[in-house]
């Protein structure tokens, strides 16, 4: 350690980072994005077993449903293609309520993350590059789906670019959907209650077309599935499989997801600011 | 830390540091008080740190040490006063305080999945140092805090010391002018207590880095701090170089361990021309005399006389920090959780043995 300042003079701060008021803006915050999604990226590469099951989860069910529901198919609407069916359900147990929400409260919870408050980070970072780290796995989770997908014969009337569509879209749901666990994860910094936050999934999940369609529905179920995103969600996915570009489907489909995201990432933004005010 | 590395200052590639004041104090805190609802944490404290300087602050857990820290380092706001850190006010400019400082907090706080080494990178990064200057500023931190090959382990193979001089390394990454220590030293052994002593003693004296050490370790006050302030409920209750707070209550102490009439035995002390002052913890009573050899007998002698007393121990000693605080609080810190020292604060005077060990008391 030089002694280049003397004691009683501090040593001075020579930074090359533009300083509040001079610039940096959006190559700043890029950067800051980039580089809180690349730690969460490189933690999920060292958690797989937090990868698994997310993996394992849209195979079983694509299997227990293909199996289940391909013999009744066969007899009450022959011709009727159970596996495109439900390929876009897979793709929705997959991408579904993957976030790095448990992540983020181990930072709270063990002072990570006032750790980062005390950088001059931007604070939409701290949100933003999580989610981004969570694209990037969403995608790469719904590439064994799509290749499942295929391996069973369900091919795509939109080809590759169809293809990469209903990825973009799934991927889009799934950001949409982790505002919940994100804005319980800052709200509470309690992992039990960011646990608890799956549960939102079942409804989204269930209360749809996620085993017939909506024709087929009836009753309470076919009432409350009219007012479920995900409705319209596996609407558009399924278009892109059977129908082609159809836009009323895919327009649809991104409505709903982008009225999720709305309030879903409303409620994390409201919570990061309580979270990283100093109040 | 036994690396003689030498930290260079990190130079800039660009002129847009912005002008450092001069001639002011590194951290000025003027009436800050902060409430918690009904809870009041802190009570109009007010200090000065010169730059340069190592402040010791102490006080036993909950007297507000750490609130304070926070509300210097821009975690937390002030409820009413105002405080400048390196000139800059921290309710008013948060970003450009947390350049200007680096902050060890009370728990380490690293992220136990990464390693040493990415997380210095991703702080680097944070505070905008180009990538080479990072490289290099990162090797010499490295070296520094004397982490070796483990820098490439995950952090959550860290032994408590370890993740400690690694949470220093991250607090100067950017090259702070002022450091903020917070129980830098609780929970670790002797040895990685002095190390990172030692490391502090370096930054200070070699950087001119301005320390502000938090602690309720009456020994690591004693030996880092210049001045040390003593908070109790939200107070500044005294403040001074360590030397000048011992001198203040007297040139020797007299402790005395008690069974019985503990107050018939102040009285008995109060009553002696030696004793300047007695103070009463519990059971222990501490005579403040100006010649404790002298005072010694004479104490034994009269406490010997009290009815209902019977002395447990007595010895005498140069008074501690410890001391201090129980003359202006009325109680003592080194019960409120504080680990035993490293080595002793003072080269202890042989104790005396009751006068009536093992007597009947009368």
Do not use: C
Not at chain 1, 221 to 231: E, G, H, R, S
Not at chain 2, 28 to 42: S, Y
Not at chain 2, 204 to 232: C, K, M, P, S, W
């Amino acid at each position: 350690m030089t002694a280049n300042t003397q004691a009683g003079s501090a040593a001075a701060l020579r930074l090359s980072r533009p300083r509040p008021g001079r610039g940096g803006g959006a190559g700043r915050f890029v950067g800051d994005l980039l580089s809180v999604a690349g730690r969460a990226t490189r933690q999920l590469r060292r958690e797989l077993a937090f990868v698994i099951p997310a993996l394992i989860i849209p195979i079983f069910f694509y299997g227990v449903n293909v199996g289940s529901l391909e013999g009744i198919a066969a007899a009450a609407a022959p011709g009727f293609d159970v596996k495109a069916f439900q390929l876009p359900v897979a793709i929705i147990f997959a991408v579904t309520g993957v976030s790095r929400a448990n992540a983020l409260v181990q930072d709270i919870s063990g002072g990570y993350f006032e750790r980062l408050l005390l950088t001059p980070v931007n604070r939409l970072a701290l949100l933003l590059g999580l989610m981004a780290a969570d694209f990037v796995l969403i995608v790469a989770l719904s590439i064994p789906v799509i290749l499942m997908g295929w391996i069973t014969g369900v091919t795509f009337v939109t080809g590759m670019p169809g293809i990469l569509a209903f990825i973009l879209m799934a991927a889009l749901w799934g950001i949409a959907f982790n505002g919940f666990p994100y804005a319980i994860a800052l709200k509470t910094g309690n992992p039990s209650a960011v646990g608890a936050s799956f549960i939102l999934f079942f409804p989204f999940a269930f209360l749809t077309t996620a085993y017939v369609p909506e024709q087929a529905l009836s009753g309470w179920l076919a009432a409350v599935a009219q007012f479920n995103p995900v409705t319209y969600l596996l609407a558009g996915l399924r278009s892109l499989i059977n129908v082609g570009w159809d836009v009323p489907s895919i327009g649809g489909a991104m409505l709903a997801t982008g009225l999720v995201a709305a309030v879903s990432l409303s409620l994390a933004l409201v919570a990061l600011r309580g979270r990283v005010s100093n109040g | 830390m036994t690396t003689e590395t030498e930290l260079a200052p990190i130079e800039s590639t660009a002129s847009s540091s912005s002008p450092r004041p001069t001639h002011e104090p590194a951290i000025r805190a003027t009436g800050v008080r902060r409430l918690f609802g009904e809870t009041v944490a802190l009570d109009g404290v007010d200090v000065e740190v010169q730059p340069g300087e190592i402040y010791g602050f102490l006080g036993p857990n909950g007297a507000g040490k750490t609130t304070l820290v926070r509300v210097l380092t821009t975690l937390l706001k002030a409820s009413g006063g105002n405080a400048l850190v390196a000139g800059v006010d921290v309710a008013k400019d948060t970003e450009t305080v947390r350049y200007r400082i680096g902050v060890a907090l009370q728990e380490a706080s690293l992220d136990p999945g990464q390693t040493g080494r990415e997380l210095l990178e991703l702080q680097a990064r944070l505070f905008g140092i180009p990538k080479a200057l990072s490289k290099t500023r990162v090797a010499e931190l490295i070296d520094l805090v004397d982490l070796g090959d483990a820098i490439d382990r995950r952090v959550g193979t860290y032994s408590g010391g370890m993740r400690r001089r690694l949470d220093l390394a991250l607090a100067l990454v950017h090259d702070p002018e002022i450091l903020f220590l917070d129980e830098p030293t609780t929970g670790l052994d002797p040895v990685s207590r002095r190390q990172i002593w030692d490391e502090v003693r370096r930054l200070n004296r070699e950087q001119g880095l301005t320390v502000f050490l938090t602690t309720q370790y009456l020994e690591e006050a004693d030996e880092l701090a210049n001045r040390v302030g003593i908070i109790a409920n939200g107070r500044i209750v005294a403040e001074g170089t360590p030397d000048e707070l011992k001198r203040s209550i007297g040139r020797d102490v007299v402790v005395v361990q008690v069974e019985g009439d503990v107050a018939a035995a102040r009285a008995a002390l109060e009553a002696l021309d030696d004793v300047e002052h007695v103070r009463t913890a519990g059971d222990e009573l501490t005579a403040v005399v100006s010649d404790g050899p002298a005072a010694v007998p004479v104490i034994a002698v009269a406490l010997n006389e009290v009815e209902h007393v019977r002395v447990l121990q007595l010895s005498f000693r140069r008074p501690s920090l410890d001391d201090v605080f129980l003359e202006v609080t009325g109680a003592r810190i080194a019960g409120a959780g504080a680990a035993p020292p490293s080595e002793p604060l003072h080269t202890p005077a042989p104790a005396y043995p009751s006068a009536r060990a093992g007597g009947a008391s009368r």
